[in-house]
């Protein structure tokens, strides 16, 4: 996929237009498309990155991994991983058996609370690599 396509792609996702993207990012008129034929100057390639919160290598595809701290395969499957060995801890604790009203535990509460710990752990996961992925990786896959 072309750079140009990969903005296209972004523009849609925001509802604009490569010519609105231009006048907001301080870029002339017309360039973008051009970018096809000609090496746009990184500073420009780096005004469009930072308005879609996105890294350049992602704009100039070298990766599909849109930020640095994205989540990658190993990572999902990590969670997995620890998310069971959470679930397998808690039925054997007695955690999901019941309420502090001594009701049991219905399936819906039980589905949501096992969703509420992937989503945790899925935030802990991304801001663990915001906080101590080293600033000169953190433009790459």
Not at 27 to 37: A, T, V, Y
Not at 60 to 80: A, M, N, Q, S, V
């Amino acid at each position: 996929m072309s750079i140009v396509s990969r903005i296209k792609d972004l523009a849609q996702e925001k509802k604009m237009t490569i010519a609105e993207l231009e006048r907001t990012v301080g870029i002339s008129n017309g360039q973008i498309r051009k970018w096809d034929d000609r090496t746009p100057g990184i500073d420009k390639i780096q005004k469009v990155a930072d308005y879609f919160d996105v890294s350049t290598d992602y704009l100039l595809g070298r990766t599909e991994k849109r930020r640095y701290y994205d989540l990658t395969k190993k990572d999902e499957r990590d969670i997995t991983k620890e998310l069971e060995a959470m679930i397998t801890d808690l039925k054997s604790s007695g955690a999901f058996a019941y309420s502090k009203e001594t009701a049991e535990v219905d399936e819906q509460t039980h589905e949501l609370l096992i969703a509420s710990l992937e989503n945790s752990l899925r935030i802990a996961k991304i801001e663990a690599k915001k906080r101590f992925t080293p600033k000169k990786y953190r433009d790459r896959d």
